[in-house]
């Protein structure tokens, strides 16, 4: 797997790995998962009949109303919580067969440092837990610091942080473990629109050049648009897959400067209809 400390800047015009590749091996896979919740009131069905894969490399985005049941398809995906019915496949092994952790990195939507602990000491838990010798670990945490444009902030606790700053300490906290895949639970749903497209920077620099293979979820469309292949589309409860759209924009992209494409807003318009039925749907519920 590429290393973190190759990561470099996009260089404009230039794509640094080639895209995902339509034979590219399937890194994760969904076939038919269901998973039902049991309530007082009786069985309620969160998410139905899902089927869906990852190939090496792809960003795929999981956008639908809230309580469409995109946390839960995610949390299923390394076992974080399991399925009623259906198969998950790992780089074609099913996820109970173990060994997934060392493969997924998983990113939540708040913030996980941790108080007592510097943003450098936060980057390099996971690292520490590992065992990395100290020196290995230092260098490679300074250079996760530099990345993610917080220098002169390594020595800060995360109450001395912006929102933003403590995202990108979460983000460089898993992307230092270097997992082949990602997964993305809204990790920019709480920021301000300024501070996400800094945090869609970062992303899109860093995946350029590792070109994990990613399944992130969201709301939010512009987002999905900017960062992915593929986005599916989830409709309002239960969960389905209702659409699967590419998005063939060109790579690498720049994150302001997408949004004023013609092809950006014409993808908009198509996918928003008919995100647009599934939030008066859900909604209506
Ligand atoms: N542990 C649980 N017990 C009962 N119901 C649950 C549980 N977890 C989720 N649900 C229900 O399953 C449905 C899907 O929830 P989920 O959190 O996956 O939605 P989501 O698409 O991630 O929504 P959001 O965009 O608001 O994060 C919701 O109706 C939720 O109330
Ligand atoms: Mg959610």
Avoid at 111 to 131: F, H, S
Avoid at 134 to 140: I, L, N
Avoid at 152 to 175: C, D, H, I, W
Wanted: overall charge neutral; glycine content about 8%; some cysteine.
């Amino acid at each position: 797997m590429a290393e973190l400390h190759s990561l470099r800047p996009a260089v404009p015009g230039v794509r640094l790995v080639p895209p995902a590749e339509p034979d590219a091996q399937v890194r994760v896979e969904l076939r038919n998962l269901t998973r039902d919740f049991v309530l007082p009131e009786g069985i309620f069905r969160a998410v139905d009949n899902v089927s869906l894969s990852v190939r090496e490399g792809e960003f795929v985005s999981l956008i639908g109303p809230s309580g469409s049941g995109k946390s839960t398809i995610l949390n299923m995906i390394p076992g974080l919580l399991e399925s009623t019915s259906g198969d998950i496949l790992i780089d074609g092994q099913p996820v109970t067969s173990g060994g997934v952790a060392e493969k997924v990195g998983y990113v939540f939507q708040k913030d996980t440092c941790y108080p007592w602990r510097t943003a450098k000491q936060n980057i390099a838990l996971g690292l520490e837990v590992a065992g990395v010798p100290k020196a290995v670990r230092e260098a490679r945490v300074m250079e996760a610091i530099d990345k993610a444009g917080l220098s002169g902030f390594e020595n800060a606790y995360p109450k001395m942080l912006s929102g933003g700053m403590r995202q990108r300490v979460s983000l460089m906290r898993t992307l230092i473990m270097r997992p082949g895949i990602l997964l993305m639970d809204e990790p920019f749903g709480a920021l301000d629109t300024h501070t996400k497209l800094e945090m869609h920077k970062l992303l899109l620099d860093v995946w350029e050049s590792e070109r994990q293979t990613v399944l992130f979820v969201t709301h939010d469309l512009g987002e999905a648009i900017t960062l992915s292949d593929r986005i599916v589309l989830l409709s309002a409860r239960p969960g389905r897959v209702k659409d699967i759209f590419e998005v063939k924009l060109p790579r690498p992209r720049d994150a302001v400067r997408i949004r004023e494409s013609a092809q950006y807003a014409t993808l908009f318009s198509e996918i928003w209809h008919s995100l647009g039925e599934e939030f008066v749907k859900g909604k209506a519920e």
